[in-house]
């Protein structure tokens, strides 16, 4: 999250224009293991503040439930998460390592104008 959040090389802030919310180019949700976080815990960039009015935004975080399990159903490896890039189609673009910071930058690079 503070890759996306404030790295000048992250696709966020390269893709989203300066007077647009967070999330107008690129929305990012996250989804945790644990069930039994609380809000003040995430980091702003989960919950921003957005619109005239700067209301925040509390529908970008979820959690694993039991017995609907997205990383068991998914197979996803617990201790180093993924991230999965969706096309506005619903059509999975892309998954990659949490660590992929990199790749993640490269993948955006090849199809969007940069607005900073």
């Known amino acids: 999250m503070q890759f996306l959040a404030h790295e000048d090389s992250s696709p966020v802030r390269k893709f989203t224009p300066e ?4 999330d107008s180019v690129i929305d990012v949700y996250a989804v945790f293991q644990q069930q039994d ?3 003040d815990e995430l980091p702003d960039f989960l ?8 209301l925040r935004d509390y529908e970008k975080i979820f959690h694993a439930e039991d017995g609907n399990d997205v990383f068991e159903q998914r197979s996803i490896d617990r201790s180093s998460g993924c991230m999965v890039v969706v096309r506005p189609d619903q059509h999975v673009a892309t998954v990659l ?9 490269e993948f955006f690079d090849e199809f969007m104008v940069d607005q900073i």
């Open 47 to 54: 919950w921003p503040a957005k619109g005239k009015y700067g």
């Open 37 to 39: 976080l609380s809000m």
């Open 97 to 105: 390592p949490l660590t992929a910071q990199n790749k993640l930058v």
């Open 19 to 22: 007077t647009a919310d967070v």
